[in-house]
């Protein structure tokens, strides 16, 4: 059975087929950039939300559901490169790495389908799932670092090339090695913010095949020019490296218009929060 539900890009340009073959990993081609977005109309939201529905939202719930929308409106950048040629997932998965609890790293959560999930549902199943993963209960997961765990320090370099050769470039089902499907995703957002920076570039990780890594900051609260007075309010970063090979300023840009969009318009974006009257002022 295959790993992931592909189908090969056939109008592909010069210019990208010369990107691809520029690079032969994804160490060189990085890209890049910050978005700083206002976040006063979507602080509000998160608050109108937990007091109405009792779910704690937060700014990276938002950014979660955003990827998946700019990733659904730019299905170009929802693709991995397999054979120097690009695939075009057909589902959209996204990665959140949240920061764990008393100083046990690093949470991954893996969300499926995360642009059809209402924002509430989608709250419910990341802090759910972070939950199982920091307290050893999620199978898949476990197995996978148990795994790791053997993998001598020497060869843990050409370990994890060749599971990325076997699951992406092949396509092969990983379950047989004791590890989770497609664990990356087409997206990974790390949640600096919770670590208290406002801007972080993070590294490609090449076995990841994962051409977009965002990191959304903390929110702060600045000066900022509302009808040419200056004013108090809150704005974001959301820092993004991507793989020039196959996605650049068109795919970036689509994706940092829909980021912005939505976080700037969370009652449009999101929808009023559940059993909230249409008057509701948010």
């Known amino acids: 059975m295959a790993h992931l539900e592909l189908k090969p890009k056939q109008d592909v340009s010069s210019f990208r087929k010369l990107a691809i073959g520029s690079w032969a990993t994804a160490y060189d081609p990085t890209v890049y950039g910050t978005l700083t977005v206002r976040m006063d109309a979507a602080l509000a939201y998160l608050d109108a939300f937990h007091q109405r529905t009792g779910v704690r939202l937060t ?61 509430r549902e989608l709250a419910l199943e990341v802090e759910a799932t972070a939950a199982r993963v920091r307290e050893g209960r999620d199978a898949q997961v476990e197995q996978g670092r148990r795994l790791l765990k053997r993998v001598p320090h ?16 092949l396509n092969m089902d990983p379950s047989w090695l004791g590890l989770p499907r497609d664990p990356f995703g087409s997206a990974v957002v790390v949640d600096v913010g919770a670590l208290g920076l406002d801007t972080a570039y993070l590294p490609l990780a090449p076995f990841t095949r994962v051409p977009v890594f965002l990191a959304p900051g903390a929110v702060r609260e600045v000066a900022v020019v509302e009808e040419g007075r200056v004013v108090p309010g809150h704005v974001m970063n959301i820092n993004a490296s991507f793989d020039h090979r196959f996605l650049d300023g068109y795919h970036a840009g689509v994706i940092a218009n829909t980021l912005r969009e939505m976080l700037e318009h969370p009652v449009e974006s999101f929808g009023l929060p559940p059993d909230a009257p249409v008057s509701t002022p948010i």
Do not use: W
């Open 59 to 119: 700014a990276m719930h938002l950014v979660l559901k955003a990827v998946g929308e700019g990733l659904r409106r730019c299905p170009d950048a929802n693709a991995l490169l397999r054979y120097q040629r690009i695939y075009l997932r057909q589902r959209i998965t996204v990665c959140a790495v949240l920061p764990g609890v008393d100083q046990q790293g690093l949470t991954p959560v893996r969300i499926e389908d995360v642009e059809q999930k209402p924002v």
């Open 154 to 169: 020497l060869l843990l370099h050409r370990f994890t090339g060749l599971v990325s050769f076997l699951t992406y470039t």
